[in-house]
């Protein structure tokens, strides 16, 4: 079936450790988002990709970092840098015509011990 | 920032129709109106959008004021499934990349 696969749903890090996420999609759609949700907040955008090979920051980047090297794949680095690298993290992507709604993954969540 | 002002919660009984507003007054005139919806730790889903016309589809209905300043999110009659985080956003389809969420309406559906 189509969709988005993120990857792992759970993650426990020591605090000052790089982790990385997945995050796959086969629904050949050409952008791709990375948001972060804090509890009981709603979602913060922290990187997105239009097409391979480029990407921008979205509002609350700093500490994380990206790369779009396939069409299908976009993970995100959750660095020692990130201050407070604790929360719920959800991927998307969409199609760039038409209607273009988001497709969400069903999340990580990450906690730093 | 987001383009959208809601409530923060909202409180329905089950069976009723449950009506979620959404303020959008600086709306430009190619912007379309989005609603997704969040249930308790699962990604978010889509449900309808529409620019100028009422929509509806299986999910739910969709009104746009003649001004377009204002919308509202109707599930026409409403079940504890539908206690989640609705969101309303506004862009342009297939230009703007840049999807920014508000924080949402929390809807609590009253057995």
């Known amino acids: 079936d189509g969709g988005i696969t993120q990857s792992p749903k759970y993650l426990f890090r020591k605090e000052g450790q790089n982790v990385t996420l997945s995050c796959e999609q086969n629904?050949?759609?050409?952008?791709m988002y990375w948001y972060r949700q804090d509890p009981g907040q709603g979602l913060r955008l922290i990187y997105y990709?239009?097409?391979?090979?480029?990407?921008q920051k979205g509002d609350i980047a700093e500490g994380y970092s990206v790369s779009r090297e396939k069409k299908e794949s976009f993970p995100l680095t959750v660095t020692s840098a990130q201050k407070n690298p604790t929360a719920f993290y959800l991927c998307?992507?969409?199609?760039?015509?038409?209607?273009?709604?988001?497709?969400f993954g069903e999340g990580s969540r990450l906690t730093v011990l | 920032d987001a383009k959208t002002t809601q409530p923060p919660s909202m409180d329905c009984a089950e069976g009723r129709a449950a009506n979620l507003p959404c303020n959008h007054s600086t709306i430009s005139g190619n912007e379309y109106v989005y609603w997704y919806r969040q249930i308790h730790s699962q990604g978010p889903q889509y449900i309808i959008h529409g620019l100028k016309n009422n929509e509806t589809n299986e999910m739910a209905s969709l009104i746009i004021t003649e001004d377009r300043k204002s919308s509202t999110l109707i599930l026409p009659h409403a079940t504890l499934r539908d206690t989640a985080v609705y969101y309303c956003?506004?862009?342009?389809?297939?230009?703007?990349?840049?999807?920014?969420f508000g924080k949402g309406t929390r809807l609590h559906i009253l057995p």
């Open positions: 998307a992507s969409r199609l760039r015509t038409d209607t273009g709604e988001l497709f």
């Open positions: 956003i506004v862009r342009v389809p297939n230009r703007d990349d840049k999807i920014i």
């Open positions: 629904l050949n759609h050409d952008a």
């Open positions: 990709s239009q097409i391979v090979n480029d990407f």
